[in-house]
């Protein structure tokens, strides 16, 4: 079913951007609940943004929305995640991930249980 290969992260100031990549290899693209988590020292993993792959709708975060954007390139099986006015407090691993069951994003797309794909999570750095 292949796996999820992440890029983008590093290190910026408070204000800047960042841009994150996820591609799906072969088939793991399927429409399917994909989405974004991050996970912060010693904090439990949460939902940031999450899109039904094949679908316009897209699900965010209070403390994200209105800076992130998610979105899909089908063509080339990848996610992305944009991160602008970056905050200190976005700092941590960020993780795309998909729920292989096909089924649609809906009220719990910011749970990590029902993911089942997860990529490798890049760090994200965000200096005041």
């Known amino acids: 079913q292949g796996q999820l290969v992440e890029s983008g992260g590093g290190s910026v100031q408070a204000g800047g951007s960042l841009r994150l990549s996820c591609a799906a290899p072969g088939d793991t693209y399927r429409p399917k609940c994909m989405g974004w988590f991050r996970q912060a020292p010693g904090m439990e993993r949460e939902g940031v943004a999450a899109l039904y792959a094949g679908g316009i709708n897209a699900y965010y975060a209070g403390s994200v929305s209105g800076r992130f954007t998610i979105s899909q390139d089908s063509a080339k099986n990848t996610m992305y995640l944009q991160m602008n006015s970056l905050k200190p407090e976005d700092t941590g691993l960020y993780y795309c991930?998909?729920?292989?069951?096909?089924?649609?994003?809906?009220?719990?797309?910011?749970?990590?249980?029902?993911?089942?794909?997860w990529g490798q999570g890049p760090q994200v750095t965000v200096s005041s």
């Open positions: 991930a998909a729920d292989l069951s096909g089924g649609r994003c809906g009220g719990t797309w910011y749970q990590s249980h029902r993911m089942n794909l």
